[in-house]
């Protein structure tokens, strides 16, 4: 019997084998870093996407298997149209979660000799003189399985690994296929087609009279650019009307080389119901330009406007995801305007730390004040109540807190963040609502406190907070600056002094919380 050549594979229809592990997740541990001094390679995760016979190097019997590499979401973008139209498997969150400047992304497809060998996998990836050095095979999802289609399959996976000290840009994968044949192929970094403008076309929608969501938090934003396919929770939708048309624009530009985007602005009287676009581009693969409000005739009723207009923009090339422009308003004010702007926070991607590792080395008995009339201030919130880091509300991301750092000198000055990570506005109270703790042997205790014939206040109000939005505290280690942060800093004071130990701040609504270390 001759060998199988993978053309008449793919004519026997041998795709449908492998296609039921596509999609299948696995994470290895690091055994070891891997890697110089300088450069490391930590957790690898592959995302199997099936047995792609239908991908263009399969044609090639010359070819052994492929690997590409993903500097930016929008490369991966470009490179899923033309490498992986035939895969069915969802990667858009995988490739989200992906932070390049962190994690080295790569594409590999290999061979596998029979029906059962639907998963490829990269092992042994390491760093050498600046590049990636690995290698690639295909392997059965089942070890176990007998019976298998005496066909040639080629497996894709994309892997993601964590890289400590710089991601290297390109390197070698040597692959192993049937018969425990082995070819080094190069590690190519995926090259997007150059990217350009070319056309755009825009629909008038008019103003309105209400006022919308983002001029409510931002009085000094001068306008709102939405992706028209992801627009916030909190947008108001009947800016857009149910008319005929918009349905024919938007029949005519819903396209795969177009980017849709809703724009908004603000002007003085009813007729400043228009918005002029100009020097629209491409920079860094985000899409540029200038939004001008400019009045309909010259009589307008006195009252505050809000213009609409649909744009489409048209590409040769990948389509970016970002749009920002300068928008000026009906009073001549400009600011910066981004599609990212007011956007859901992913709580994986915030800076800092939730607490430190392990136990505290030092932990006092009590916090004790020579002072008979200093009164300590109380917490806040119920003990049970309070969530250290991420807080959610029905399975929803809603709140994240954050601290710097986990360890600190005396003295030295905390940064602590709070961010509303939801799709819509969340309110809290003022940021003064908070505790500044120590750990004893007691348990948390504030370290400051008041005299008894002069109790702190708090104002009651609340305080709207957009998506993406949230508070910032920065607290110097010492005793005047541990009350500096508080609407009540002439009545509180700090008693006993800071002292090395381990320091909670906790904010009371939302109940959230972060720790971290002081020392001498």
């Avoid at 997740?25 to 070891?32: A, F, R």
């Avoid at 592959?46 to 979401?73: P, V």
């Avoid at 601290?403 to 509303?420: C, F, K, M, R």
Wanted: with cysteine; hydrophobic share 30%; glycine share 10%.
């Amino acid at each position: 019997m001759r060998d199988i050549t993978r053309r008449d594979a793919l004519l026997a229809g041998g795709l449908g084998v492998g296609t039921l592990v596509a999609g299948c997740l696995e994470e290895e541990g690091d055994e070891e870093n891997r890697g110089t001094d300088e450069t490391t390679v930590g957790d690898i995760e592959h995302l199997q996407l099936g047995t792609g016979g239908q991908a263009a190097w399969t044609r090639d019997d010359e070819t052994k298997g492929i690997a590409y590499q993903f500097q930016s979401q929008s490369a991966y973008d470009a490179a899923e149209r033309e490498l992986l139209e035939w895969s069915d498997v969802e990667t858009g969150e995988f490739v989200d979660e992906t932070n390049f400047s962190e994690e080295l992304l790569v594409l590999v497809g290999v061979i596998g000799s029979n029906g059962c060998y639907n998963q490829a996998t990269v092992e042994n990836l390491s760093i050498e003189d600046g590049e990636v050095v690995g290698e690639a095979r295909a392997t059965r999802e089942d070890e176990d399985a007998e019976a298998c289609n005496d066909i040639i399959t080629y497996p894709h996976a994309l892997v993601r690994a964590d890289i400590d000290g710089g991601i290297p840009e390109g390197g070698e994968i040597t692959v192993t296929g049937p018969g425990d044949d082995q070819e080094t192929i190069e590690l190519v970094p995926f090259e997007m087609e150059e990217t350009t403008v070319k056309e755009t076309a825009v629909l008038q929608l008019g103003g309105t009279g209400s006022q919308p969501r983002w001029y409510e938090f931002e009085t000094d934003q001068t306008g709102v650019v939405y992706q028209l396919d992801d627009l916030p929770a909190e947008h108001d939708a009947d800016v857009i009307p149910d008319d005929e048309e918009v349905e024919e624009f938007l029949a005519e530009h819903e396209r795969e080389d177009t980017l849709l985007l809703l724009v908004g602005s603000v002007g003085p009287r009813t007729n400043y119901n228009q918005l002029s676009f100009e020097n629209i581009s491409l920079e860094d693969e985000v899409v540029t330009g200038d939004v001008r409000v400019k009045a309909e005739g010259d009589v307008g009723g006195d009252a505050i406007t809000y213009p609409w207009a649909l744009l489409a923009v048209k590409f040769e090339g990948a389509v970016p995801g970002e749009a920002a422009f300068e928008i000026t308003d009906g009073w001549g004010e400009t600011s910066r305007v981004s599609t990212e702007d007011g956007r859901s926070v992913d709580p994986e991607s915030l800076a800092g730390y939730i607490e430190p590792d392990g136990d505290p080395d030092v932990v006092p008995e009590t916090l004790e004040c020579e002072d008979e009339e200093f009164e300590r201030h109380p917490q806040g919130t119920d003990e049970d109540k309070i969530v250290f880091g991420d807080r959610e509300s029905d399975g929803e991301p809603t709140w994240s807190m954050r601290v710097e750092e986990t360890s600190y000198e005396l003295g030295e000055t905390v940064a602590i963040t709070l961010t509303n990570v939801s799709e819509r506005e969340l309110v809290t109270g003022n940021s003064s609502k908070h505790n500044i703790q120590l750990y004893t042997e007691e348990g948390w205790q504030d370290v400051r406190g008041y005299e008894t014939d002069s109790p702190v206040e708090y104002t009651d109000e609340g305080i709207l907070h957009p998506a993406g939005d949230g508070f910032e505290w920065t607290v110097e280690l010492s005793e005047e600056g541990i009350i500096s942060e508080n609407e009540n800093v002439d009545r509180l004071s700090v008693c006993p002094d800071l002292q090395p130990g381990r320091y909670r701040f906790v904010f009371w609504d939302p109940a959230l919380a972060v720790a971290f270390d002081v020392e001498e």
